[in-house]
């Protein structure tokens, strides 16, 4: 008889600790944007009504957009040369892309402050170019919150679509371009289709991140470049507002459980592999 | 599987590579400056800013956090973790499909909501000790590499070698940690691996759950650097690094660094 629950017997330790001490807190902080004196919805309202709440949620979805791209290129080229590089090679390309990845985010964003500071490495080699108005001032902008935001996230898209691009098997590219393809419409037509579900779960791992990242941006960009995750960090530790943040944790958790859905449906459909 | 590569591509990705480790090169290389301010390339060697690291309390005291909080919360989520890893794989039939999504939840939920929560619920709702609710904040945190990694490795283990013992007579707890537990070794090892260096270089969730006398590693470094801007960051973060390294080095030993591309 207790065969038939052994189960969920062993499952259960791991079952509650998530039900209890991640689904009910968020579940409590995302309930509590609908019990405010506003009103059901007038937490969003406000957050819709202000003007600097607007902007920073467009910022942030802004800067997720621009990073995801910016990586996916990046990220599939790079992993495409190291699919066809040989496999001696291979293996030092995949652990070069490991090491970055297993360094802490709080290390890997650091090195930018060296880079692009006022007296960083960037602005002391432009005013050795004698470039016209050297040093600029890189630090605390949008452009350089995306750069190391890249920085943090092509790793991930090389690992994930290296492992994708390595299942395509060889046949299939020889099958090409012995009825006549160029390289290029080998690539366009057989091996992106192919690695499109790739190309999605690395997008979604991406957008994900940045959408909700906190240590880069606060490094990085600072107060002048306020995202949602370093805007829920001022609400809830400096301005103490627990409302405002639960409302910004709510609209996180919103737009992410979306975007990974939505992405996942789009990715079942295209797999060229599925009937 | 050595296609023609075009030269162009080719150059692309060793500019990628170039990005990708120059920056890490810089921090190495400003670790070692005798000066008092951040500069690369250093100016005169010197070791003096590694020595400075563990001269500051705040250092000494947070690196013990990290590695006790990494440590706990890594044996917790294993010992959790695996008996629902087994469960997955051995029971699969009587348990529903969405248990397993369930354990992937703290991945899906974004970290720096769930440390607000924590706070939020657990630490200032429920009266939890920081140091307690920063330990369930990791262990969820790393659950879900523990629970995915091992039941990946469950999923190749022939379960019918574990029915032989016990038809043989063995008590079937003694067959999980005799016949399971040791074909699963690598899966552990790489999930312990990864849990840890996760818990570690978290930031999210533990920027919510520190208080008095209690901060981790990743949140001091940051505390640091908003108001000092000196090479002891630049030294910390390359004791950081060569943890990465021991890490890689324990996973190629174990299982392969191309596990990582799966």
């Known amino acids: 008889m207790l065969k038939r629950f052994m189960g969920w017997v062993m499952s259960a330790p791991a079952t509650a600790l998530v039900v209890l001490c991640l689904i009910v807190p968020v579940g409590a902080t995302i309930g509590a944007t609908f019990t405010t004196d506003a009103g059901p919805l007038g937490s969003y309202l406000a957050f819709l009504g202000s003007g600097f709440r607007r902007t920073v949620l467009w910022r942030t979805l802004e800067i997720a957009l621009l990073t995801t791209v910016f990586s996916l290129l990046i990220g599939f080229l790079t992993a495409y040369v190291v699919s066809r590089a040989p496999a001696r090679w291979r293996s030092v390309l995949i652990i070069a892309a490991v090491f970055p990845l297993l360094t802490g985010v709080v290390v890997r964003s650091f090195a930018f402050l060296i880079l692009l500071g006022r007296n960083g490495m960037v602005n002391n080699a432009l005013v050795w170019l004698g470039v016209e108005g050297a040093p600029f001032p890189m630090l605390y902008t949008q452009g350089a919150v995306i750069i190391a935001m890249v920085y943090l996230f092509v790793p991930l898209m090389i690992l994930t679509l290296v492992g994708v691009l390595e299942n395509i098997p060889d046949d299939l590219i020889q099958a090409s371009s012995s009825l006549g393809a160029s390289p290029f419409q080998t690539f366009r037509q057989v091996i992106f289709p192919l690695a499109v579900p790739g190309l999605i779960v690395g997008a979604v791992l991406v957008f994900t991140g940045s959408f909700t990242a906190y240590a880069t941006p606060q490094l990085v960009g600072g107060e002048s470049v306020m995202v949602m995750g370093t805007f829920l960090h001022q609400q809830a530790m400096v301005a103490f507002d627990w409302d405002s943040a639960s409302t910004i944790a709510a609209i996180m958790v919103v737009v992410t459980l979306a975007v990974v859905l939505g992405m996942t449906r789009i990715a079942k459909r295209l797999n060229p592999m599925s009937t | ?262």
């Open chain 2, 1 to 262: 599987m050595t296609g023609r590569l075009h030269p162009g591509l080719i150059a692309f990705a060793v500019l990628v590579y170039i990005f990708l480790m120059g920056p890490l090169i810089i921090v190495i290389g400003s670790s070692l400056s005798d000066t008092t301010f951040l500069t690369f390339p250093p100016q005169g060697l010197s070791l003096r800013w590694f020595e400075r690291i563990f001269e500051m309390a705040a250092f000494r005291r947070t690196m013990v956090t990290s590695f006790q909080v990494a440590t706990l919360a890594t044996c917790f989520a294993l010992i959790i973790g695996i008996p629902a890893a087994y469960a997955l794989n051995r029971y699969r039939v009587q348990l529903p499909g969405w248990l397993s999504t369930l354990f992937v939840l703290p991945i899906l939920v974004p970290e720096i909501v769930l440390g607000f929560s924590l706070l939020r619920s657990v630490q200032v709702g429920a009266g939890l000790p920081v140091f307690s609710t920063l330990l369930i904040g990791h262990t969820l945190l790393v659950l879900p590499y523990c629970v995915r990694v091992i039941s990946a490795s469950l999923a190749s283990f022939d379960f019918s070698i574990e029915e032989a013992a016990i038809s043989l007579g063995s008590p079937p707890w003694k067959t999980f940690f005799t016949v399971v537990l040791p074909n699963v070794r690598s899966g552990v090892i790489a999930a312990f691996i990864l849990a840890f260096i996760t818990s570690i270089n978290d930031v999210s969730v533990a920027l919510f759950l520190t208080g008095p006398g209690i901060s981790t590693l990743p949140i001091q470094i940051l505390a640091h650097v908003e108001q000092f801007f000196d090479p002891v960051i630049a030294s910390v973060s390359v004791l950081l690094m060569f943890l990465t390294v021991a890490v890689m080095a324990v996973v190629e030993r174990t299982l392969g660094l191309t596990f990582l591309t799966k």
